[in-house]
């Protein structure tokens, strides 16, 4: 009888480690790029997008090439969107504007390449290999 309290003692100390264990397996790990909206300002189209750094480490200083297309496929401009310092783990919100277009002509914005991506002081590769988009918009962002 004694062994049995002991099992099921033991079972019940590990099911708290067991269930940790699971949660943090299913938390998504990346760097993730969220276009989340656009809105027409006085002429122009801004951007709005939310960053979140799910990686191991702070990204220090990180730059794309985005290419903005219009709506039947015809590259509208092209600009380098610098979107900083990425805190890991906290979000960071960003807005760029595109200046003589209206939100109603972008079609598609297309994260084209790296510019810059600074992780503990050195170019890493990380802020394309760990890259996840997503829009909340009807402007599909591609990569």
Do not use: W
């Not at 092209?78 to 805190?87: I, K, R, S, T």
């Not at 590769?125 to 591609?142: H, I, P, Q, Y």
Request: aromatic letters at 6%; proline letters at 3%.
């Amino acid at each position: 009888m004694k062994f049995r309290h002991s099992a099921i003692a033991a079972v019940f100390a590990i099911l708290p480690l067991v269930a940790q264990a699971q949660s943090t397996d299913e938390a998504p790990m990346g760097l993730f790029l969220e276009l989340n909206t656009i809105q027409d300002v006085e002429g122009a189209c801004l951007l709005t997008f939310v960053t979140q750094n799910e990686t191991e480490t702070k990204i220090d200083d990180v730059g794309y090439e985005t290419v903005i297309f219009d709506s039947s496929g015809s590259v509208v401009t092209l600009a380098l969107y610098n979107f900083g310092e990425l805190p890991k783990g906290l979000p960071r919100v960003r807005q760029f504007l595109v200046r003589n277009v209206i939100c109603a002509q972008v079609g598609r914005v297309l994260i084209n390449g790296i510019k810059t991506c600074v992780v503990g002081g050195s170019e890493s590769k990380m802020c394309t290999e760990a890259l996840t988009l997503r829009s909340r918009t009807d402007v599909e962002l591609l990569g």
